[in-house]
């Protein structure tokens, strides 16, 4: 009896305490292993059963905060790669427009640049004459020829662009659902599903606009339609440099024709007035039989043709009038010679 009390008290340690405390010990190893969808069995009332109910509520909200922990990694790696991506074009575009180039040359690379970063099929950019308000395709690439043809000139409103040119914001359509399915766009008889229309826009007012075409339904998001206005912004200011380069080098020309036309005037004009002069002064002398004086006539008037001629080879080597002399007061002093000798004072 006293051996059959005593194993029947282990049986009972056995079940109350060690059984508990061994399925809580591996339960631990078991979550320590990463394993959090380990549950004890909770098979009492007491303190042990308390510590198992207790246990399983650890693991479950552990279970959960984990799941959430990798969704939240995985979202904002996904997030990062995006950022990147975005940082990568704009470095890249930014680039191709600070080059030093010709304007059509800058429109072209940023376009290649930006359809190669987003897969498109075909873009264009268009400029907007200030005076007319008409959008004219500027340059375009992977749009067939009659495309670009009928494109080439569009007024406001006409069509997606031209509807487009005026708003500040960029406009993606998706040609293959709703009216556009039926509407009859050139870009969607071109077999392009999606347009994006962005804005090249410089202090709230717009330049022109590029598109961007694609042979399936491509959506954007609102992050991508930033960036990509943005990059219109970009273009704008590109855009005006060049006009502005276009104007000092229109000025720069005025000016020159300006200073020929001055230099034309203090030296050509002059000459060729006092050659018709002494042209009629010889004519007088004929007439009235002077030979000595039409001789000496004929000798200013040949030496002031060889003038003329002289002047002419300065302005055409070298732009300027001939000037032997830095001096300014030599030079009037040469010039005073010179009229003396030709009108005899």
């Known amino acids: 009896l006293s051996f059959v009390g005593t194993i029947g008290l282990i049986y009972m340690l056995y079940l109350l305490i060690i059984r508990p405390v061994t399925s809580l010990e591996a339960g631990m190893h078991r979550m320590e292993a990463g394993d959090f ?11 042990f059963g308390t510590l198992a ?51 059509e040359t800058l429109c072209a690379d940023f376009l290649r640049k930006l359809m190669s970063r987003l897969d498109a099929q075909g873009g264009a950019v268009r400029l907007i004459e200030s005076e007319t308000g008409k959008i004219h395709m500027f340059v375009h690439e992977g749009i067939s020829a009659p495309f670009a043809e009928s494109e080439r000139c569009l007024k406001a409103d006409d069509c997606l662009c031209g509807e487009g040119a005026r708003q500040p914001q960029s406009g993606v359509h ?27 826009r410089l202090r709230d007012q717009n330049l022109g606009l590029f598109n961007l075409y694609f042979r399936d ?28 380069v276009a104007r000092e080098k ?81 030079a009037i002093s040469s010039a005073l010679l010179r009229f003396e000798t030709q009108a005899g004072v």
């Open 37 to 47: 969808a380990v549950r004890l069995p909770v098979e009492s009332r007491d303190e």
């Open 250 to 330: 229109e000025m720069a020309i005025s000016e020159e024709r300006n200073l020929l036309a001055q230099e034309l005037h203090d030296s050509i004009a002059q000459s060729l007035a006092f050659l018709n002069i002494q042209s009629q002064l010889l004519q007088d002398s004929l007439d009235h039989e002077r030979l000595e004086s039409a001789r000496e006539e004929l000798a200013r008037i040949r030496e002031g043709i060889q003038e003329s001629y002289d002047d002419v080879r300065e302005l055409l080597v070298h732009f300027r009038t001939r000037m032997a002399e830095t001096d300014i007061e030599a």
């Open 53 to 103: 109910a207790g246990f399983n509520s650890m693991a479950e909200n552990l279970q959960e905060s984990y799941g959430t922990l990798e969704r939240r990694v995985e979202e904002k790696t996904r997030t990062l790669a995006d950022k990147n991506e975005e940082l990568g074009t704009l470095y890249e575009v930014t680039t191709v427009l600070g080059q030093p180039a010709g304007l």
């Open 174 to 200: 998706i040609l293959v659902r709703g009216a556009y399915r039926t509407a009859p766009l050139r870009c969607r008889e071109e077999g392009f599903a999606t347009v994006g229309v962005f804005p090249i």
């Open 217 to 244: 339904a491509r959506e954007f998001s609102a992050q991508a339609r930033y960036m990509l206005e943005t990059l219109g912004r970009h273009l704008a200011i590109a855009v005006e440099n060049q006009r502005l």
